[in-house]
């Protein structure tokens, strides 16, 4: 490709922080729930790249058709590659894309089309560099290339973008927990190649109860490793939904012991843990079915499908708290529609 940056440019990362930063020298933007991805295009040419220099073309080609037929002859854009399902984001659909059979990703790309909502101009349609500009230069700049060249361009969308501090504390009171979270980023700085000096990652963390309805002890331990977690659904069964494995040292045999009195089956009556798996021994992998007497409170940053996407953080256990309580309700504002920042879908 005839471009001023090569496909393995690294891009512009961000610091996870705990709150966002606030001050004229900010801007901020939803944080979107997909895989980073540098789109290059150079006339026909055109090639899709992850945050590690990884190729994604053989794993999203309606995204490459699309970036062959818009009507610049090369550009390079900065965003983010995301699956919509019901005017929500799917992971789950997402994470499907990445599969070894080209017929399977052809068929989900037919069914579940991707989105790439774009963030920064890093070459322009004349082929200028843009990552010497601050951002006050290159999102004007990003803006009229998306009035041009995303007018035709279903696949491409243009990431809000505001000043106000304000406007995020407003996407997430519209939105609940199915924002994913909020990047702030530097004004006044050129694009930072590869470093976390220019922009901050805020990623919203949420807490629920849950029920603990089976555990597993550590690997070649005699004391508990993590805990199960459940949550009622609206016909009375009891679903795994993730699991927690952050208790205490100094306490973990005390609280085997209390899981231990409490051992007998089902446990799950819904949706139940699977066995061992070849990360786990035969022993972690197996779990011990719980009499549904105990609440813990967790703190998660994702459901989705069902499930909490990542393994939660125990923060304390909820003896106050009645096992029936503990519904999917608590869970379900994770399935807000974020993709309403963008418009209809």
Not at 289 to 295: A, C, E
């Amino acid at each position: 490709m005839n471009l001023p940056l090569p496909v393995d440019y690294a891009p512009m990362e961000a610091k996870l922080v705990a709150t966002l930063p606030s001050g004229p020298q900010w801007q901020y933007e939803p944080k979107w729930d997909g895989f980073r991805c540098l789109a290059f295009k150079d006339g026909g040419d055109v090639d899709l790249r992850s945050k590690a220099g990884q190729p994604f073309n053989r794993y999203f080609p309606e995204i490459v058709a699309a970036l062959a037929a818009l009507p610049v002859t090369r550009c390079v854009l900065d965003g983010e590659l995301v699956v919509p399902q019901d005017g929500a984001l799917s992971f789950d659909e997402l994470l499907m894309r990445i599969h070894p059979a080209a017929s399977r990703v052809q068929k989900l790309a037919r069914e579940h089309p991707a989105l790439f909502i774009v963030f920064d101009l890093l070459v322009d349609a004349r082929g200028e560099s843009l990552v010497d500009q601050p951002i006050t230069v290159r999102r004007p700049a990003l803006e009229r290339f998306a009035a041009r060249a995303f007018r035709d361009a279903p696949s491409f969308r243009l990431s809000p973008v505001t000043a106000a501090r304000n406007d995020v504390d407003a996407w997430f009171a519209s939105l609940g927990s199915g924002l994913d979270g909020a990047i702030a980023k530097r004004i006044d700085l050129p694009y930072q190649s590869g470093t976390r000096l220019g922009m901050q990652k805020y990623k919203r963390m949420r807490t629920a109860d849950c029920v603990v309805g089976g555990f597993r002890y550590g690997s070649a331990s005699p004391v508990v490793g993590s805990l199960l977690l459940g949550l009622f659904d609206d016909g009375g069964l009891l679903h795994h939904v993730g699991f927690t494995s952050n208790v205490p040292n100094a306490e973990r045999e005390a609280v085997t012991r209390k899981l231990e009195a409490l051992v007998a089956p089902p446990g799950f009556t819904g949706r139940a843990p699977g066995g061992p798996s070849r990360w786990s021994t035969e022993r972690s992998g197996e779990w011990q079915p719980l009499r549904t007497k105990l609440v813990v409170e967790v703190r998660y940053d994702h459901f989705d499908s069902g499930r909490f996407r990542h393994g939660t953080s125990l923060l304390r256990w909820r003896p106050d708290k009645a096992p029936r309580q503990c519904t999917f309700e608590q869970v379900q504002l994770a399935s807000k529609k974020s993709l309403s920042l963008l418009g209809s879908i």
